[in-house]
């Protein structure tokens, strides 16, 4: 548990602290803000690609076995990120980081299930929130601080020696807990899969960046293709003996609830992680550091929440965790919506720390009810599902809050009389928070269908 759990917060750690040295990096290495997206969008593609086919690699080798390979790849990665003397090398490195954390998460949480009676799966989804949300907590107030004195190379040196850590602790204690199935590999499948998954995390995250927006040939084709793919995957799996990923899990109606109100916590977390610190430093007019210290509190308290939730989950069941959550959520994206410029910084923590803990009490609660009502068969197929959709999620719900900000921005320097910049922002942020207040008010309706599976 503690090899799965380092590796898999630095993982988390490495892609949100990359975010805050975005600006930093497009300066360093004379790069446009498109270009230097793609850091974030390989990151997300090579995830959506690779998540998927993590049902089939759990059945074909053993517990030990991967976690070494993904380790391997998460150092391999790292050391180049270290050692990247422009961009290219600095992608390259993305994507090998990628592999890894594509083959650690879905092995993490099947080894959760598969080692924890449903009894104590709670507080053990909730040690592994605590780990997963912590690490983009502290990640980009790390970050801004190792930026401000160092250089954007030291965000991987600082996570080397851990995952190094991570590694021996593995080939120390590591046990093989999961059964080995070997299905039939049917090619066909894993390139559907990856055209599906692929096109749409592409699509969506191209329309983010701005060029061109969703109009874009690039973005309709790559939705369009994406769709396709899906559909056709699908239609496959449900004809073939031994599924790639077994889809008949949607066939659990909690595991499906649980499955939505996760994508929709993912959607809500990704969204505003983006918005609020670039608000921060673009509005506010504060550093890196200062922008990662106000979002601090809250990732904090997210984290500190997780194994609380997961325990109270064990005890009273996900009804009463999820649906206060999604009205939290809702309320705290509402004020949001108002806030300006001149907006008390104290204001800006308070409310991102109840939006954390509102997003404490959905993702764990209805991640564990829906996988809890899974025969033991489909935790590889559930955990694939689960992860590929939060890829899925992020990407989704970044590009569209980016677009509704852009879109706002450019509505309000059309239709006002002496526009300035900040006004414009202003208004694109709150429109973003909007967006994500109606996502929490729809994970809200949602909520109203849960029950506790019984076990």
């Avoid at 107030?141 to 250089?151: M, N, P, R, V």
């Avoid at 308070?350 to 025969?375: D, E, R, W, Y």
Wanted: proline share 5%.
């Amino acid at each position: 548990m503690i090899a799965l759990l380092i590796s898999g917060f630095i993982g988390m750690f490495s892609e949100t602290a990359l975010n805050v040295a975005l600006s930093d990096l497009m300066t360093v290495l004379h790069i446009e803000p498109a270009t230097v997206q793609w850091l974030t969008t390989g990151y997300l593609l090579t995830l959506g690609i690779l998540v998927p086919v993590s049902g089939l690699i759990l059945q074909w080798f053993t517990t030990r076995q991967l976690f070494v390979t993904a380790l391997c790849f998460s150092i391999l990665g790292t050391l180049i990120a270290a050692l990247a003397p422009n961009f290219e090398m600095l992608l390259l490195a993305r994507v090998v980081q990628a592999i890894g954390t594509g083959i650690m998460l879905p092995l993490m949480f099947n080894t959760i299930l598969v080692i924890f009676p449903p009894e104590k799966r709670g507080a053990a989804m909730g040690i592994i929130g605590l780990v997963i949300m912590f690490a983009p907590a502290i990640g980009p107030t790390i970050a801004g601080l190792l930026i401000e004195h160092l250089s954007w190379h030291w965000i991987f040196w600082l996570s080397l020696p851990f995952l190094v850590l991570s590694l021996i602790c593995g080939i120390l204690f590591m046990q093989n807990v999961s059964t080995i199935t070997k299905p039939k590999i049917d090619i066909f499948s894993i390139i559907l899969s990856s055209l599906g998954f692929g096109g749409i995390v592409f699509g969506f995250s191209s329309a983010g960046e701005g060029s061109g927006g969703w109009s874009s040939v690039k973005v309709i084709v790559s939705l369009a293709v994406g769709v396709i793919a899906l559909l056709l995957f699908a239609l496959r799996q449900l004809r073939m003996k031994q599924p790639m990923i077994n889809l008949r899990a949607f066939k659990y109606p909690m595991f499906t609830l649980g499955t939505l109100m996760v994508f929709i916590s993912m959607m809500i977390i990704l969204s505003s992680m983006l918005v609020l610190p670039m608000f921060l430093q673009m509005g506010f007019g504060k550093s890196a550091f200062y922008a990662g210290l106000i979002m601090l509190p809250g990732g904090i308290i997210n984290g500190i929440m997780s194994p609380i939730m997961g325990r109270l989950f064990d005890k009273y069941g996900p009804r009463w965790l999820v649906f206060p959550g999604f009205l939290i959520a809702a309320a705290m994206l509402w004020f949001f919506s108002e806030i300006t410029p001149t907006s008390v910084i104290f204001l800006v923590i308070v409310l991102h720390t109840f939006l954390m803990i509102g997003i404490s009490m959905i993702m764990m609660p209805a991640q564990t009810n829906g996988l809890n009502q899974l025969p033991k068969q489909y935790y590889p197929d559930g955990t694939a599902i689960m992860n590929t959709l939060q890829q899925v999620a992020g990407a989704i719900g970044t590009a569209l809050a980016v677009s509704i900000m852009t879109a706002g921005q450019t509505r309000y320097m059309n239709n006002t009389a002496n526009p300035n910049m900040l006004d414009a922002l202003t208004a694109g942020v709150q429109g973003a928070f909007i967006f994500g207040m109606i996502v929490a008010l729809i994970g809200f309706v949602t909520a109203l269908f849960i029950k506790r599976v019984k076990i």
